[in-house]
């Protein structure tokens, strides 16, 4: 399946349509603060869209030559179609060419569907952060992760 896919910077006039997919992909979604803070700073915030629908999007840090990406969703009706991996392929490549030698990412540790996502685009496990992300039992374990760039 093919899609005519597009990638632009994430502005204030998306967040209405961010948050919607934040909410329902989340059980803890980052906040609309979040993403406006976030905009703010000048991270690299990018949406992915097909036509005129919202199909993901992502926030990526990029300093002292290393990205760092904080958040990466695709939308669950755009889930199953290779989405999330356009979308962190086209993060990587930003990544790339800001002359970033190394790429982190962290993943809830029973995520499996991301972080086996990231391991086939090349990410290595580095170490587990415990307690990292909020869970209904309390906190949940982090997998942090690195690809060379």
Known sequence: MSFDLSF????????????????AVYEFPWTRGNFA???EANYHCVV?????FLAGYGVMLLAAGEANLLNLSVAKNWQGMGMGRKLLDHFVGM???QGASAFYLEARLSNNVAIGLYSSSGFIELC???NYYPSAQGREDAVMMRKML
């Open 8 to 23: 632009r910077p994430m502005g204030f006039d998306d967040l209405n349509r961010v948050m919607e997919i934040e909410n």
């Open 37 to 39: 803070d976030s905009i």
């Open 48 to 52: 992915m869209e097909s036509g005129t």
């Open 95 to 97: 990544a790339k060419a």
């Open 128 to 130: 587990v952060r415990p």
